[in-house]
């Protein structure tokens, strides 16, 4: 069975992946474009908006049809998807470190089952989704490249892809120390 130590390093693990999971969702630096000198300018695309120092209007809904970004065929149903799945995500994260501290006060009563709700990852069908706009979508210019909320998603996945590994490991080698009756 997990030690208590083992839920206290993978909740607090949990709790900073989960932060960069909302810093994520909400910072728009998912993707950036620079434009070359003299004039230079920096477009930054979010989940939720675009923001360009070339506008007078910093920041704007993205994507939006009123600009013309939803042209493409299925950029943006794509793109509302990849939303939608990180804000799922964020509240199933939620869950997930409310669930954490419940285990780490019941004094053992949960243990045993804990590791079963570290398996929700919906963060990696968010980032194959951009993942796959940024590579196919005629929107993103030639100079587009990943940013920041884009890494800091990407390494909370991996590292609570590895939690959930670790906890279904150490809960399927749980021998109770009792015979079952029947």
């Not at 004039?39 to 013309?68: A, E, H, M, W």
């Not at 709700?117 to 587009?144: D, E, K, M, R």
């Amino acid at each position: 069975m997990p030690t208590l130590y083992t839920y206290i390093t993978t909740s607090l693990t949990f709790t900073v992946t989960y932060s960069c999971s909302l810093i994520s969702l909400f910072m728009p630096e998912w993707l950036r474009f620079e434009s070359p000198r003299p004039y230079k300018t920096i477009t930054n695309y979010g989940l939720f908006q675009k923001c360009s120092t070339l506008n007078d209007v910093k920041c704007r809904d993205f994507p939006s049809i009123d600009y013309g970004d939803c042209e493409e065929e299925r950029f943006c149903e794509e793109w509302n998807t990849a939303r939608n799945a990180m804000i799922f995500a964020a509240v199933i994260g939620g869950l997930t470190l409310i669930y954490c501290i419940i285990v780490l006060l019941s004094g053992g009563s949960h243990h045993k089952h804990a590791w079963k709700v570290f398996v929700a990852l919906l963060q990696i069908s968010s980032i194959a989704l951009i993942t796959h706009l940024y590579f196919t979508s005629n929107q993103f210019l030639y100079g587009v490249r990943f940013d920041n909320s884009y890494f800091l998603s990407t390494g909370s996945s991996v590292v609570n892809f590895i939690l959930s590994l670790i906890l279904f490991f150490f809960g399927r080698s749980f021998r109770p120390s009792y015979e079952p009756i029947g």
